[in-house]
């Protein structure tokens, strides 16, 4: 009963798909986008940069890409979660593995930290679609 | 493409620096607290970088 009613209740306060979905898509593809379409240029501009230049310096740094592979469970979770993360950059993972700029793991502390701003330009994305879907939704102005 | 040698501080820096725009960006609901934040989260990062080099060196040796 409590279940039922607060499934109601959250189906009630989600806005339609139309409202959020081209903010959150376009702020997959481009970070920063969904800002921009939202009329939110500056902060738009500064996610775009943040996360553009993070991803960049990863690749500057030979980070790598994570592939989705399997084996224990913790290689699993690692690549795939790395691949998720890499994956949320939008275009920027897409253009880079077009290009041929996905490379495989390098020993050596300067790739290790390439790796790690790959994947935070992506979860830092993610946190940029959420709040374009927040601001979308007229929960945040 | 160029390939860059950052130091490990030089990273961590940048990393914080990023994180720290992005952060205050999407936490916080007026342009005041989101700089406040932002400047919060950045100060606990470098805080952070400079604490636990500070304890790996000792505990080193």
């Known amino acids: ?141 | 493409m160029p390939k860059m040698n950052l130091s490990h501080f030089e990273a961590a820096f940048l990393f914080a620096l990023f994180t720290s725009v992005v952060m205050g960006i999407t936490s916080k609901k007026t342009d005041k607290e989101r700089l406040n934040y932002g400047a919060y989260c950045f100060a606990c990062f470098l805080g952070a970088l400079v604490a636990i080099g500070w304890a790996m060196r000792l505990g080193h040796g």
Do not use: C
């Open chain 1, 1 to 141: 009963m409590a279940q039922s009613q607060t499934a109601a209740q959250t189906a009630e306060t989600m806005p339609p798909l139309s409202v959020w979905l081209p903010a959150v898509l376009v702020a997959w593809i481009i970070p920063g986008g969904g800002h921009f379409i939202l009329k939110k240029r500056g902060r738009g501009a500064l996610i775009l940069a943040s996360v553009t230049l993070m991803f960049v310096f990863g690749l500057f740094m030979r980070g790598m890409m994570f592939t989705p592979e399997k084996g224990d469970i913790l290689t699993t979770l690692i690549n795939y979660g790395g691949f998720v993360s890499d994956l949320a950059s939008g275009a920027l993972y897409f253009a880079a593995s077009m290009f041929g700029y996905a490379q495989g793991d390098l020993p050596g502390a300067v790739h290790d930290y390439g790796t790690k701003f790959l994947v935070t330009a992506g979860l830092l994305n993610i946190l940029a679609m959420v709040d374009a879907y927040e601001i979308a939704a007229g929960r945040k102005d």
